[in-house]
């Protein structure tokens, strides 16, 4: 046994922080540590050798898997967790990723320690290595404060409780996101007397929720619809509740309304209902005369889309004021803030209410129209499946659709594949809440630990992502398969490998259509071609396949589904056409 502390009764800073995390549920924290952390570390160790329950490690070789993983966990779970992160340097590491959760409004505690201020006073923790006299900016917190609801530094000893309560809060509060905690060393090992603390239960500081609205709101979009007679509802991440999907369905059968989504970042409707109209709500807009934007942030791109001007538009969203965009024009005639899943009960039975034989006639008929143009729709995505490709140059298409096959109903998929996004979400169509998530953000290398993070909450489920071969770079795999092992959480990572960033090719030709680096054929977007990415897998002990012939896609997707359901990461590294 280790001598007790000198300040036995007056436990640390770092104690009371440790406690505090566990009792508001924080079940993990992503790692990675710092010298800043050492008091955190010796608290550590002596909770292990007293036998007290600790959030579990997991430690993370790159900041970006630990951001990330947490939000994975947390948008399966709906509980943030925390990330510890190293002083400055960690923070900038972590800032990329903390910029998608912020977009994906996804909670997590991002705590980052803080240099050493105290060099000649003799200050338990104050500066001991050269390290920490360059490691202290001006202002830390800049480095993340577009991205946070909140930010903070650790003041005192004795406040670290009340300091994670209001941390808890705020990040679970609606519309939930991360907040940002700064721990100076000196204050984490510092002692706190217990003529100093005060309690902060979780059960007194509790996040806040967002709510319904009032009735004469309902009811006002409920006789828009009733009225209606080309209804369009457009969502994005309405399906980060598992519960709402099925009231959007509920909503958009009862009225014959077509619902179509834009950058999805969560599955909000079955893909084989009828009243889903696919991926591209431009066009529909252009001649809908009732619409609901239901939490979506960008419903289309205006510079491509003329809005039907005599169309009547409401907005249900968690976030409706869209606070943290400087700039939000999407014109809307009634605008409510609160929870979808309340409003959209509220919105079913005042639209029952309001409901004539007349009105029931009018749904039934739009929803055959819909009916068979979902199944065109579903024909020519079949289509674009077919053909195979050729060596070297396989059609993604017909890859994803292989191993949408392979896939069960419960399996969980990550679009990340930027330039063929589109192309994922309609060869690999989820039905179930929870089994997909999309870029929120712009910050490429997001699925990767984010898969991690959803496979850590689901050991029983697959969970697959599809990334191209620039985001791949951008995803630290290294750091992502060493984690997979070491926590028996093994992921599918599948790239299409086009061998450039062809967005950044698309939006020359977009602003330049007839320029000169279309002239000149030069876009400064090619990537290296004779890469081995499934060898990146391989070297963690992950399943590694390469294809670049069509035929031997459907053995290559069931070594490595074989592999995945023993417990190994798998990599599939297919040569699409290339850009």
Not at 249 to 260: D, F, H, P, Q, Y
Not at 408 to 426: K, Y
Not at 571 to 579: D, K, M, N, T
């Amino acid at each position: 046994m280790l001598p007790d502390s000198p300040h036995e009764t007056a436990r640390s800073a770092s104690h009371h922080l440790l406690q505090a995390l566990l009792d508001r549920g924080i079940d993990y924290l992503f790692c990675n540590l710092g010298t800043d952390h050492a008091p955190l570390i010796e608290e550590m160790a002596r909770w292990r050798e007293a036998g007290r329950r600790l959030p579990e490690l997991v430690l993370c070789p790159h900041e970006n898997t630990a951001i990330h993983m947490a939000g994975g966990y947390a948008v399966a779970t709906g509980r943030g967790q925390a990330v510890l992160v190293h002083v400055d340097a960690g923070t900038a590491n972590a800032a990329m990723g903390l910029h998608n959760l912020f977009r994906a409004r996804v909670p997590i505690l991002l705590m980052a320690g803080r240099a050493p201020a105290t060099t000649f006073n003799g200050v338990e923790g104050g500066r001991d290595t050269y390290v920490h006299f360059v490691q202290e900016p001006f202002d830390q917190g800049s480095v993340v404060r577009p991205y946070v609801k909140w930010e903070y530094t650790l003041p005192w000893p004795s406040m670290a409780e009340e300091v994670i309560a209001r941390a808890h809060a705020v990040m679970q509060s609606d519309p939930p996101g991360p907040v940002y905690l700064m721990l100076p060393r000196e204050v984490l090992a510092a002692p706190c007397p217990p003529d100093e603390l005060h309690p902060f239960t979780a059960a007194h500081h509790q996040p806040v929720r967002a709510g319904g609205a009032r009735p004469d709101d309902i009811q006002r979009i409920a006789e828009r619809l009733v009225a209606a007679e080309d209804p369009l509802l457009v969502t994005a991440y309405a399906g980060r509740n598992p519960r709402v999907p099925a009231l959007v369905e509920a909503l958009s059968t009862l009225i014959g309304m077509r619902v179509c989504e834009f950058n999805s970042v969560h599955l909000n409707i079955r893909r084989d209902s009828p009243c889903f109209g696919g991926y591209l709500p431009g066009p529909f807009a252009e001649r809908a005369d009732v619409g609901l934007m239901l939490d979506v942030d960008v419903p289309w791109v205006p510079k491509t889309t003329n809005v039907n001007p005599k169309a009547w538009w409401a907005q249900i969203d968690v976030d409706a004021l869209k606070r943290d965009m400087p700039m939000w024009g999407f014109a809307t005639d009634l605008r409510l803030q609160g929870d979808s899943e309340l409003l959209l009960t509220d919105l079913i039975e005042a639209v029952k209410a309001l409901a004539t034989p007349a009105f029931e006639a009018r749904a039934a008929a739009r929803l055959v129209r819909l009916g068979a143009e979902h199944a065109e729709r579903g024909q020519r995505v079949a289509d674009a499946a077919r053909a195979p490709g050729e060596p070297g140059a396989i059609n993604a298409a017909h890859l994803c659709a292989a191993i949408h096959r392979a896939l069960g109903e419960d399996d969980i998929v990550l679009n990340e594949g930027i330039r063929h996004t589109l192309t994922v979400f309609e060869q690999v169509p989820r039905q179930q809440p929870g089994t997909l998530m999309g870029l929120p953000g712009g910050g490429l290398g997001f699925s990767a630990g984010t898969a991690l993070g959803m496979k850590l909450a689901h050991p029983q489920r697959r969970v697959v992502h599809f990334v191209g071969d620039g985001t791949f770079y951008f995803s630290n795999p290294t750091s992502t398969y060493a984690v997979a092992r070491e926590y028996g959480v093994p992921i599918f990572t599948v790239v299409l490998d086009n061998s450039g960033w062809a967005a950044v090719k698309e939006s020359t030709l977009r602003m330049y259509p007839g320029g000169h680096a279309f002239h000149s054929g030069e876009y400064a977007s090619l990537l290296p071609r004779d890469m081995d990415f499934a060898a990146v897998g391989e070297a963690a002990g992950a399943h590694g396949e390469r294809v670049s012939d069509p035929k031997d896609i459907d053995d290559a997707v069931a070594r490595c589904i074989r592999a995945l359901d023993e417990g190994r990461s798998a990599v599939l590294h297919a040569r699409i056409a290339p850009l």
